[in-house]
């Protein structure tokens, strides 16, 4: 039987890595062309008013710096996100506790994590640094075994990839390669 929305594992992460994947996830989306756009600002919905203030603002001015939005449809997107974000800026002033949780579909989830690894692949400003590929490499160990086995193979060649940038895990790659799959029903 195949997965639907209604049968696919969950995936829980703290509030704080699903800030992390969220912000690569808009850095990698802004200017594509692609589902991923639409994607990404309906997770931002979705997600971000679990957020503190300061993440908001960062996530206002990472979408307002961008110079190209991409098609029409992907700028209509991500200027209706940024406008719902700065109307809601004002309700997200409260503190959210370090240690709290959201539940995000597994489809959410690999889509967050591929985009985080293709935004380190594509950026420069990510390429040396340390902390964000441990944090990246936490986020595959967390999330991949919640992944169908194409969704897991999407994973293995990129981080198969990372190895163009002289940053490549084999441990991490052989451990993404050795997971089984198991559907939950």
Not at 63 to 74: A, L, N, P, Q, V
Not at 133 to 159: C, H
Request: aromatic share 10%.
């Amino acid at each position: 039987m195949a997965k639907t929305r209604e049968t696919e594992e969950a995936v829980i992460l703290n509030l704080k890595d699903a800030y992390f994947l969220l912000a690569l996830a808009v850095r990698y989306a802004l200017g594509r062309r692609t589902y991923i756009v639409a994607d990404t600002c309906d997770q931002v919905r979705a997600i971000a008013p679990k957020f503190e203030h300061q993440q908001h603002a960062a996530l206002i001015e990472e979408i307002e710096r961008c110079k190209d939005y991409g098609d029409d449809c992907d700028k209509r997107d991500w200027l209706s996100v940024l406008t719902w974000l700065k109307s809601e800026l004002p309700r997200f002033e409260t503190s959210t506790p370090a240690e709290a949780v959201i539940t995000i579909s597994q489809r959410d989830a690999y889509l967050f994590l591929v985009s985080a690894i293709r935004c380190t692949l594509g950026s420069g400003e990510y390429r040396n640094d340390e902390h964000t590929r441990e944090q990246i490499r936490n986020q595959v160990r967390t999330i991949a075994p919640k992944l169908t086995p194409a969704q897991r193979g999407v994973l293995i060649r990129d981080v198969g990839n990372w190895q163009e940038w002289g940053w490549i895990d084999w441990s991490l790659l052989e451990w993404l390669k050795s997971q089984p799959h198991v559907l939950s029903l």
